[in-house]
């Protein structure tokens, strides 16, 4: 039985690991690695990074609260 904890179909990916692709992404992983990282589909983990790579944001809201705070040092 594999150990990977059990999500039902809808599950929402949190900020945190959201947080952790695009830390991934920087990182130079492949999607693949990523989504085994994070326990999910590589498809899902491909949207969060380009979402962040075409709005800076991974909330699907558009708002982002990660960096927010690094614009007030420049």
Partial sequence: MS?????S???QVSEFDRGRIVAYRDC???FREMGSRVGRNQTTVRRISDRWMQEGTTDRRGRSHLYTSVQHFT
């Fill in 3 to 7: 150990r990977r904890k059990q999500r």
């Fill in 28 to 30: 130079g992983l492949y």
């Fill in 9 to 11: 179909a809808f599950d």
